[in-house]
């Protein structure tokens, strides 16, 4: 083969390889054509009653131009101040629903609806569910085109995914890219297993599909991670599964239930894993119980592991509370839970979430029966019979030296309730417990501090 007949070949072997790599991308156009006319552009207004002053300390006289950079309200002339926002929806029945996030609706004193064909329609607030950051609009109109609601639970990480919306005011911009990863907890989100993504999501975005290359509406865009405001490659979608039940639910009676098991649970730590007993540090751990809640009923108790929740595994805790807060309030479920080391399954009838409930650590203290001197060491005394009415047996920690339980972060007022499994319900307990405890291995603690119970890992020196 001559140099001349091997550079052909080499040649055309890479314009191949480029024409095969450009033959696996895929190709949007028809998705966008077919699924555009269902994704709606939601503005909205809000008024209040407050001076312009109060906005960033920003006078009246201030220009418009400066008032949209920085966000401040501009005065109306009736002396109220209008802002408007705007976010992405889509339209899921053919009368006239729409799905869009809370936070782009939220205390909105009219809500307004682009269409794709320019129209603009007033819209209705069905109802909104601020633990999932969904809303569900109603428009006055009929035939209307829809999109088509795809499954969420398939999703695969490294599938493509497209977005649809209205980036900073740009009606149906098209973003594309992958799954990253599913099932994602965020802080202070406990219903929503987000959907991670690369697709490029900015403030606009909000409320509007997400879709796979079938067309279908897998997700809701919600959130980004972000450290400059813009874009940085994280984005997050509620997932169908999730907003499809929210949506039902709005349209039925115009609020959610969420199911409820009445229990605080932490993550399960290599270290306390190990004095668990557990081969791997997996499951939502229960730290505490709430009185006379589904869980007490159903006879869990604080210490127990939960693993599995109605056959779905619970890999991390934050898992259990999505898994729980779908269930219907009344449905009853297998609980697969680890107790003492031996692995049980118990029957619990799932309550209603109430809208809210607590528990604190309060209460004039009486010491009585104090211990100076412990392998912990920790002063310790019993709790008077206000603090037994708030948390139960137990002993009070007077004073932390340094030592063992100082070191694994136990602090002064916390409430220990259990060493290694064992309850304590005065200082005899606890020294009593306290001396038999093995050397140089993980134990566990549960401490109560300022209302909330948590487990901690403790190691005693040899």
């Not at 039940?245 to 098991?261: P, T």
């Not at 592991?305 to 009853?332: C, M, N, Q």
């Not at 920690?397 to 319900?425: C, F």
Request: proline share 5%; charged share 20%; hydrophobic share 40%.
């Amino acid at each position: 083969m001559t140099l001349l007949t091997r550079v052909v070949v080499l040649c055309c072997l890479m314009v191949g390889s480029v024409a095969v790599s450009h033959a696996a991308l895929p190709d949007f156009r028809q998705l966008v054509k077919d699924t555009s006319p269902a994704v709606v552009n939601i503005s909205t207004v809000q008024r209040a009653n407050q001076s312009a002053r109060q906005f960033h300390g920003v006078p009246d006289d201030v220009p418009d131009i400066f008032r949209h950079f920085f966000g401040v309200p501009t005065p109306s002339p009736h002396g109220q101040n209008e802002r408007t926002s705007l976010g992405s929806g889509f339209i899921v029945s053919r009368d006239g629903y729409i799905l869009t996030n809370n936070h782009v609706v939220k205390d909105a004193s009219e809500i307004v609806v682009r269409l794709n064909d320019r129209r603009e329609l007033n819209a209705t607030l069905v109802g909104s569910d601020p633990s999932s950051d969904l809303a569900l609009l109603k428009v006055d109109a009929k035939r209307l085109p829809t999109v088509k609601i795809g499954d969420s639970d398939r999703l695969e990480v490294g599938e493509w995914v497209v977005a649809i919306g209205s980036p900073f005011g740009f009606d149906y911009s098209v973003t594309a890219g992958i799954v990253s990863a599913i099932g994602r907890n965020l802080p202070n989100e406990n219903y929503v297993p987000f959907i991670q993504t690369d697709v490029a999501i900015n403030p606009g975005n909000s409320g509007g599909p997400l879709f796979n290359l079938r067309g279908e509406v897998v997700g809701i865009n919600s959130q980004i991670y972000t450290r400059s405001g813009g874009f940085m490659g994280v984005s997050f979608a509620i997932p169908m599964s999730v907003a499809v039940d929210v949506a039902e639910q709005l349209k039925e009676k115009g609020r959610v239930s969420r199911g409820w098991l009445g229990v605080v649970i932490q993550e399960v730590s290599k270290e306390l894993a190990d004095s668990f007993g557990l081969d791997k540090a997996a499951g939502a751990l229960v730290a505490q119980v709430v009185r006379d809640g589904p869980a007490e009923q159903a006879g869990l108790q604080n210490g127990d592991i939960i693993t599995h929740f109605s056959g779905h595994e619970i890999e991390r805790s934050a898992d259990l509370p999505h898994r729980v807060g779908r269930v219907s309030p009344g449905t009853k479920v297998p609980l697969d839970i680890v107790r003492q080391g031996k692995r049980e399954t118990i029957q619990v009838t799932v309550g209603a979430l109430p809208d809210g409930d607590g528990a604190e650590v309060a209460g004039s203290r009486s010491p009585s029966h104090e211990n100076h001197r412990n392998r912990l060491a920790l002063v310790v005394s019993d709790l008077n019979e206000t603090q037994r009415q708030r948390v139960g047996d137990g002993v009070w920690v007077r004073a932390v030296n340094e030592g063992p339980a100082a070191q694994a972060g136990i602090v002064r007022d916390d409430v220990i309730t259990m060493i290694n499994g064992a309850t304590i319900r005065n200082v005899a307990d606890f020294e009593r417990i306290v001396a038999q405890l093995p050397a140089d291995r993980n134990i566990h603690v549960r401490i109560v501090r300022r209302g909330s119970a948590m487990f901690i890992p403790l190691r005693i020196p040899q």
